[in-house]
């Protein structure tokens, strides 16, 4: 019964997403993560066109985590790799879903679930035309990772451009 709700609960928000207007998303994915366990193994890649380099974007990272998660932050490691092949750039980020003191949890929640949206890059100006990949790395400690549900990425426009 749970497990119906859950899918009811995100085939809403996810024909939300679809009917909404935004006019600065250039690229929005979401990857589910087997089983809610993250082995270090698995590398999501999100590939995305850019075909204005004269705009400047902000990247975010989307994470999806259920309340069982046994940490109150999560690193990530970002590879970002132009249309030419090179990598452009390379990060740990580290992101809190829950708050270190209190342990209540951040983001959008329903029930035991909760969405996050992180900022990752800021300003960034892609300077080639074409498809770039982004890949991400889970960096905890613990092999595979429990409670992590998806993990995603947001390109869009900055704001006044």
């Known amino acids: ?14 024909g939300a997403l679809l009917t909404s207007c935004d006019g600065n998303r250039v690229f929005e994915e979401n990857q589910d993560i087997p089983n ?22 902000n990247v975010y990272f989307n994470v999806r985590n259920a309340l069982h998660y046994p940490f109150y932050n999560l ?15 390379s990060a740990l980020h580290e992101m809190f879903l829950m708050d270190p003191k209190t342990g209540e949890p951040k983001g959008s929640g329903a029930g035991d679930i909760f969405d996050h ?5 800021k300003n960034v100006r892609f300077q080639q035309v074409g498809t770039y990949r982004l890949k991400l790395n889970q960096y905890m400690r613990q092999d595979p990772l429990p409670g992590i549900m998806a993990v995603g990425v947001r390109v869009e426009k900055t704001a006044g451009q």
């Not at 366990?37 to 850019?50: D, G, N, R, S, Y």
Request: proline share 5%; glycine share 4%; with cysteine.
């Open 1 to 14: 019964m749970r497990k119906r709700l859950h899918f009811f609960f995100c085939l809403f928000c996810l």
């Open 36 to 57: 809610n366990q993250w082995p270090v193994k698995l590398a999501p890649v999100f590939t995305f066109e850019i075909t204005d380099t004269t705009q400047a974007y």
């Open 75 to 89: 690193y990530l490691r970002h590879y970002l790799t132009g249309p030419d092949g090179q990598q452009l750039s």
């Open 117 to 121: 949206q992180f900022r990752a890059l």
